[in-house]
């Protein structure tokens, strides 16, 4: 049984520690307000509010005792929230031997819908994919400072039950963009739960991995297919230069590759609950309420 640190207790995270109970002897899970931690129940067992600048008694306490930690807090201008902390280079951690990072596959940049590995040269576009390489390499440097295994896991664009092109449509927000030639690889929460447990419980050393579906695809289609599922009528297509996008939106536009999840199966022998999002929206779909 271990004790489990999460820095930064999301959507993404609460699947892993979903994933991870049965090995757990504790967990502690950081967000960002004091009302939202007293708020949290299980699989949680203590939590804390952490804002990147103070390191509280009860985080503190569950540092020394983690034998694993969790970093899916999003890095800042000021650098990984974490790593930055005043005090937190200084901690002894003596029980801490594996690291895992939540990144994004931003931090490739614009392909112009080539594929990319893990061995693509990174060449972010954005601020926040930036920021991200630069939180990697700190995490690639403390943990050899260290000697502890750390394991990089860049996501594609998360969706699942709440947060999917069904729950869009629903609430009327679904578009359907259309840009000759984009695509966009996804990642439903649960096979994120589900591989980062498995990659916990490795034997081996990790490393960094892709964790991303089999299935680029053009957004409009994914909209088009849970449109189909709910047995009603897509919306219509916009052209991409004529679609009113907030700056962020914008940039995501701005980056197409399709990312291979190759190493993920062949190192880690991970196999995808949900291989493409055809799969992974008639889950969400059966995952509903009756």
């Not at 600048?53 to 929230?81: F, K, M, Y």
């Not at 080539?114 to 700190?138: C, F, M, N």
């Not at 690639?140 to 947060?163: H, K, M, T, V």
Request: with cysteine; charged share 20%.
């Amino acid at each position: 049984m271990t004790n489990l640190v999460i820095i930064g207790y999301g959507y993404s995270s609460a699947a892993i520690a979903r994933a991870m109970v049965p090995g757990l002897a504790a967990l502690h899970a950081t967000v960002r307000s004091p009302e939202r931690a007293a708020r949290l129940t299980a699989p949680v067992s203590t939590a804390s509010a952490f804002d990147g600048h103070a390191l509280t008694d009860p985080l503190l306490r569950a540092l020394e005792a983690a034998d694993l930690l969790l970093v899916s807090a999003p890095p800042g201008e000021e650098g990984d929230p974490l790593l930055q902390a005043p005090g937190f280079g200084d901690l002894p951690l003596p029980r801490l031997w594996r690291v895992i990072y939540l990144s994004t596959v931003g931090v490739y940049g614009d392909h112009g819908g080539g594929w990319v590995d893990e061995s693509t040269p990174l060449r972010p576009v954005s601020p926040r994919s930036r920021q991200r390489v630069a939180a990697e390499e700190g995490w690639i440097n403390f943990a050899s400072e260290r000697s502890i295994d750390l394991g990089i896991f860049r996501l594609s664009g998360i969706y699942g039950p709440g947060r999917s092109a069904i729950d869009n449509l629903r609430a009327g927000t679904a578009r359907r963009i259309v840009k000759p030639g984009q695509v966009f690889n996804r990642i439903h929460v649960e096979d994120i739960g589900a591989a980062m447990a498995q990659a916990f419980r490795h034997a081996g050393p990790l490393g960094i991995f892709n964790l991303t579906d089999d299935l680029p695809a053009p957004p409009q289609d994914v909209v088009a297919h849970a449109a189909a599922l709910l047995g009603v009528a897509p919306p219509p297509e916009i052209a991409f230069e004529a679609a009113d996008l907030s700056p962020m939106g914008r940039s995501f536009y701005g980056e197409n590759k399709r990312v291979s999840n190759a190493r993920i199966k062949a190192a880690l022998g991970y196999r995808f609950r949900y291989p493409t999002y055809r799969e992974g929206l008639a889950a969400c779909l059966a995952a509903e309420p009756a």
